[in-house]
């Protein structure tokens, strides 16, 4: 069974950090592209960044860029979202997923974390 497990939300003043993480398990993790996407209350959802698995190449929303960065632990089966100079627009519940075309189309997703960012 494919599990995608995040953790590390929660609530930090504007112009603060987390650091989310997404822990994988029931696949050959080197198998899939794995990506955070999020979606603020009201809005739909997006994308926010995607590591591939075929040669680590990474995708960065222009939101976020600058600020985030996703790395993996492929030995931990583990992909981090670390989040700098957070805006309250970044206020969303954040996502993992994976897929095999670079997060564009996921085909599995873990529950959620929850970021709030007051200013």
């Known amino acids: 069974e494919v599990q995608l497990v995040e953790s590390g939300g929660g609530l930090v003043h504007a112009g603060g950090s987390l650091r989310l993480s997404c822990a994988a398990s029931g696949f050959t993790f080197d198998d899939y592209d794995i990506g955070w996407f999020r979606q603020a209350p009201g809005k739909e959802r997006e994308g926010v960044s995607c590591?591939?698995?075929?040669?680590?190449?990474?995708y960065y929303a222009d939101s976020v860029k600058g600020r985030f960065t996703i790395s993996s632990d492929n030995a931990k089966n583990t992909v981090y979202l670390q989040m700098n100079s957070l805006k309250p627009e970044d206020t969303a519940v954040y996502y993992c997923a994976v897929d095999h075309y670079y997060c564009s189309g996921p085909e599995y997703w873990g529950r959620g974390t929850k970021v709030t960012v007051t200013s």
């Open positions: 590591i591939s698995r075929v040669d680590g190449s990474t």
